[in-house]
């Protein structure tokens, strides 16, 4: 069964960190690209960061550019999201996805190119 699953997310106050996790199982990351997406109540889900699956290449919007930072071990079967300066407008549950590629290049911002999907992990920005 092909599996992500998320960790490291919780309370924190304004101007902390958090750093996110993102495990797969049942199959290797190897050949996928990685996004990572959030979903505050009342929005859309959006992209705040993805990487191709060799790890050279990243996007990330205006809205978390300078703060967080994404990054991969594949070794570990593992890619991470490290959240730096968080705002309360941060506050969201934060889901990582998983799209097959073969340009290991290839970096995928949008959420409707993915088709596996974690089950998120809730991340709160308050004092």
């Known amino acids: 069964q092909l599996q992500l699953v998320e960790s490291g997310g919780g309370l924190v106050q304004p101007g902390g960190s958090l750093r996110l996790s993102c495990a797969a199982s049942?199959?290797?990351?190897?050949?996928?690209?990685i996004g990572w997406f959030r979903q505050a109540p009342g929005k859309e889900r959006e992209g705040v960061s993805c990487i191709s699956s060799n790890g050279d290449n990243t996007n990330y919007p205006d809205s978390v550019k300078g703060r967080f930072t994404i990054s991969r071990d594949n070794a570990k079967n593992t890619v991470y999201l490290q959240m730096n300066s968080l705002k309360p407008e941060d506050t969201a549950v934060y889901y990582c996805a998983a799209k097959r590629i073969f340009n290991s290049d290839y970096v995928a911002p949008n959420v409707y190119e993915y088709d596996l999907w974690g089950q998120g992990t809730q991340v709160t920005v308050s004092s």
């Open positions: 049942g199959f290797t990351l190897d050949y996928y690209a």
